[in-house]
């Protein structure tokens, strides 16, 4: 059983395999109660890891006020049916109108930019990886809890884990906002490169911002050097060097169509 690990005041991390990485629910403690962010990835995951969890960590259905999901993917949502089984009552937060139709009994609250959750928990809109991703602000820590809406260079390993971007101009707009936020550390879903999934001072949370600019220059940059090649093409000749995470061909068609190259 894999039990929750402190990072941060008041926020604990919660370890989920998935294929040949991992994936992390995050529980945040609230004088008000309590919030999950994310919830992955398949019902024995629910049952093997998370609920057995919460329950060391004294969560009850009572205290488990709020899910906040950062995004539609079954390594960050495959669990929502499971959970509302045993939490029917826990409000979940999403910017997801499908996973809201798929669940038309369960209790929603649509994400907007700037909404309080437990009085201390900021919902922050970071488009690029989807257009509804989002994470969460802990106000009294400056904590950011992101998931993998901030995806620095990806995650080495079997599949095309690279920079995941699939909106690129909205992204960069993104990461601008969050620069202005008091944002003292992150924490992430996923074991990123270089950075890795968390970040614990200024320091570090600038270094994993420029990571996400950084791909996106890299791969953009890729692109404007060999325009005269497909998609395709552009995947497998990024990819051959294999010093960094692979990205898939779509996203070159993201970032050709994003900024008219």
Not at 50 to 61: C, D, K, R, S, Y
Not at 94 to 104: D, I, N, Q, V
């Amino acid at each position: 059983m894999n039990t929750a690990t402190e990072l941060f005041p008041s926020i604990y991390r919660i370890t989920f395999p998935y294929k040949d990485i991992f994936t992390t629910v995050s529980v945040i403690r609230t004088p008000k109660g309590y919030a999950v962010v994310d919830l992955a990835s398949y019902d024995e995951d629910m049952d093997q890891i998370l609920f057995p969890a919460l329950e060391a960590l004294g969560v009850t259905e009572e205290s488990l006020a709020f899910a906040v999901i950062t995004h539609n993917h079954l390594d960050h949502a495959g669990g929502v049916g499971r959970f509302l089984e045993k939490f029917p009552n826990t409000t979940i937060v999403t910017g997801s109108e499908k996973l809201m139709k798929k669940y038309p009994d369960a209790h929603f609250q649509e994400a907007k930019e700037g909404d309080i959750i437990l009085d201390t928990l900021q919902v922050v809109m970071i488009p690029g990886h989807t257009k509804d991703a989002l994470a969460v602000l802990d106000t009294r820590s400056g904590t950011l809890v992101c998931g993998d809406c901030l995806q620095q260079f990806g995650i080495f390993g079997s599949g095309k884990w690279g920079s995941n971007i699939r909106f690129p101009a909205l992204h960069l707009e993104a990461i601008q906002k969050l620069r202005t936020l008091p944002i003292e550390g992150i924490l992430s879903a996923h074991d990123f490169h270089p950075v890795g999934f968390m970040a614990t001072n200024k320091a570090e949370v600038t270094a994993f911002l420029d990571a996400c600019v950084d791909s996106l220059n890299r791969i953009r940059g890729h692109l404007e050097a060999n325009l005269s090649l497909t998609d395709e093409e552009l995947e497998a000749s990024y990819n051959a060097p294999a010093t960094l995470p692979t990205v898939g061909s779509h996203v070159f068609a993201a970032i050709r169509e994003d900024f008219g190259l």
